[in-house]
């Protein structure tokens, strides 16, 4: 049995007010102990999130880390920093740092590696661009990501979103036969390294996903939740965590 997970990315939104205002419309629409829902606000709102959320289904996370403990790094926040606010995930690799920030799978593993060292729990993210699409190299670049990315990590409570890159913030949602295509394959490549302990992985989509998409997406085997951007900023998102299956 793999809980589901409904997370939302608010990416560089949101300040502190406008988190409590967001938290007190949410919670009263949702309540579910049968799905696990996940907000990942900026790093400067984190703390009044955790706050709002005390109590409630609602857990948060960082958008990332950095892998070392302290030191001369400007601008970094690290893994102790972070728990220190009640966050209790972080994201590691979405497709925004690794194209605007240059994150690469030697950093992603560091701070895969760091946040477990930490108690950070961590979803992984992964996706190809529109031109590895067309040209066929989805299921090697994806495969190369799982491999270097999660290289030498044992612990099994690792979350992996499948994110294809062309599908984030455009409009554009990958089908969910697309969708599923590619977590069934991630799945295999985290069979190949944790054995049957990956049956119990959760593996999440993410990519334009709307109320009006979940639910068939959430029908497929191998998509165990969703990771959303835009629609998480609204109230919307109430209606993404209370999809009726
Ligand atoms: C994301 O940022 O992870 C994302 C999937 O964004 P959107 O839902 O807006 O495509």
Redesign the pocket.
């Known amino acids: 049995m793999r809980k589901e997970i409904i997370a939302g990315?608010w990416?560089m939104n949101k300040n502190v007010s406008q988190t409590k205002d967001y938290f007190s419309e949410l919670l009263p629409l949702i309540s579910t102990d049968k799905r696990e829902v996940v907000i990942f606000p900026p790093f400067t709102s984190l703390s009044a999130a955790v706050s709002c959320t005390q109590g409630s289904c609602v857990k948060i996370g960082a958008q990332n880390m950095y892998f070392e403990d302290s030191g001369a790094f400007t601008g970094e926040v690290s893994a102790e920093m972070i728990r220190d606010t009640g966050a209790v995930r972080v994201l590691v690799g979405?497709s925004?740092r690794r194209t605007l920030f240059g994150e690469t799978d030697e950093t992603v593993n560091k701070k895969l590696r760091k946040a477990f060292e930490t108690g950070l729990s961590p979803i992984m993210?992964v996706g190809e661009d529109l031109n590895q699409r067309q040209s066929g190299e989805t299921f090697d670049f994806i495969a190369s990501q799982i491999r270097n990315g999660l290289a030498g990590i044992e612990n099994d409570s690792i979350v992996v979103?499948y994110?294809p890159i062309w599908?984030?913030?455009?409009g554009v949602t990958a089908t969910s036969g697309q969708a599923e295509e590619v977590c069934g394959f991630i799945r295999e490549r985290l069979a190949e390294q944790f054995g049957n302990a990956a049956d119990g992985i959760r593996i999440l989509y993410?990519?334009?996903?709307k109320a009006g998409n979940i639910k068939e997406l959430m029908a497929m085997e191998d998509i165990d939740g969703v990771?959303?951007?835009?629609?998480?900023l609204k109230s919307e998102f109430a209606d993404i965590v209370n999809y009726d299956d």
Do not use: P, Q, R, W
Request: charged share 15%; aromatic share 0%.
């Open positions: 990315n990416k979405h925004e993210c979103a994110e599908a984030i913030g455009t993410g990519g334009s996903v990771l959303v951007g835009g629609a998480s």
